[in-house]
């Protein structure tokens, strides 16, 4: 039992840090996602500096476009732990059918659910960064491009 305990606190500590690589994506997305948009109202406001600010958005939305695929690795960490926590699932139920009354068993129950929990949690936040970054690729009026049909990068015309 010690050694489930010892997986689930390692698979705990993954977990956190997973968490904290999301916060990082998010810190990053969320600059560089206000930096284009600053600089396009920039643009919108100040129209003899069209050139220089247009460029610096697309730059922008390039980096942030970049920043969001950290997305898809943080999704493919979370299959890992997905995979390892269905074993444990097993583990854990394996010991509940040997010891349904053990005050050990239904702690390790508890802590396991508050695993589930936090995967779930960890799924959402991975999901909020994946809308996100479909946001980030669409014109801020959110308008199809003609060039693209909202299919490729950002791009706008002076107007």
Same mark, same amino acid.
Request: hydrophobic share 40%; net charge neutral.
């Given at each position: 039992?010690?050694?489930? !305990?010892?997986?689930?606190?390692?698979?705990?500590?993954?977990?956190?840090?997973?968490?904290?690589?999301?916060?990082?994506?998010?810190?990053?997305?969320?600059?560089?996602?206000?930096?284009?948009?600053?600089? *396009?109202?920039?643009?919108?406001?100040?129209?003899?500096?069209?050139?220089?600010? *247009?460029?610096?958005?697309?730059?922008?939305?390039?980096?942030?476009?970049?920043?969001?695929?950290?997305?898809?690795?943080?999704?493919?960490?979370?299959?890992?732990?997905?995979?390892?926590?269905?074993?444990?699932?097993?583990?854990?139920?394996?010991?509940?059918?040997?010891?349904?009354?053990?005050?050990?068993?239904? +702690?390790?129950?508890?802590?396991?659910?508050?695993?589930?929990?936090? *995967?779930?949690?960890?799924?959402? +936040?991975?999901? !909020?960064?994946?809308?996100?970054? !479909?946001?980030?690729?669409?014109?801020?009026?959110?308008?199809?491009?003609?060039?693209?049909?909202?299919?490729?990068? *950002?791009?706008?015309?002076?107007?």
């Amino acid at each position: 039992m010690s050694d489930l !305990r010892q997986q689930i606190d390692e698979h705990r500590q993954a977990l956190a840090a997973l968490g904290r690589r999301i916060d990082q994506v998010l810190v990053a997305v969320d600059s560089f996602t206000a930096e284009a948009r600053e600089r *396009l109202a920039e643009y919108q406001v100040q129209k003899r500096l069209a050139g220089e600010s *247009l460029g610096a958005a697309g730059q922008s939305f390039h980096a942030a476009h970049l920043a969001f695929g950290k997305a898809g690795e943080l999704l493919t960490d979370l299959e890992v732990l997905k995979a390892v926590h269905v074993g444990l699932s097993h583990a854990v139920n394996e010991l509940l059918t040997r010891e349904p009354d053990s005050e050990a068993a239904r +702690r390790v129950l508890t802590d396991f659910m508050a695993i589930r929990r936090s *995967l779930k949690r960890t799924f959402r +936040r991975i999901d !909020r960064c994946r809308r996100e970054a !479909r946001l980030a690729e669409a014109p801020a009026d959110g308008a199809a491009d003609p060039e693209t049909d909202g299919a490729g990068p *950002l791009k706008l015309e002076a107007s």
